[in-house]
Nanobody
Framework: EVQLVESGGGLVQAGGSLRLSCAAS????????IGWFRQAPGKEREAVSC????????YYADSVKGRFTISRDNAKNTVFLQMNSLKPEDTAVYYC???????????WGQGTQVTVSS
């Protein structure tokens, strides 16, 4: 059974940092791309960052470039999202997702809440 479990969310003041973790199981982790997405109240879900399986290439949304860093530890089947210089507009539920079949983000975690106070 594929499972993705996010952790590390919480309440932080603007300018602070959080590190999110996404622990994966049930598939060959090192062979699959993993992405982070977020959804704020009343807004559509948006892609934040993703990391490929083979060469570790990364993508960042313009809104988080220079502040967020994605990384993966294949030995621990975990992807991390280091979030620095947090802003109130980063407040959202953050989800990780896995591209298992190569055709899209087919599996999702339950999400972790990030709240940034001004």
């Amino acid at each position: 059974e594929v499972q993705l479990v996010e952790s590390g969310g919480g309440l932080v003041q603007a300018g602070g940092s959080l590190r999110l973790s996404c622990a994966a199981s049930g598939f060959t982790f090192e062979d699959r791309a993993i992405g982070w997405f977020r959804q704020a109240p009343g807004k559509e879900r948006e892609a934040v960052s993703c990391i490929s399986s083979k060469d570790g290439s990364t993508y960042y949304a313009d809104s988080v470039k220079g502040r967020f860093t994605i990384s993966r530890d294949n030995a621990k089947n975990t992807v991390f999202l280091q979030m620095n210089s947090l802003k109130p507009e980063d407040t959202a539920v953050y989800y990780c997702a896995a591209d298992i079949s190569g055709g899209g983000w087919s599996y999702w975690g339950q999400g972790t809440q990030v709240t940034v106070s001004s």
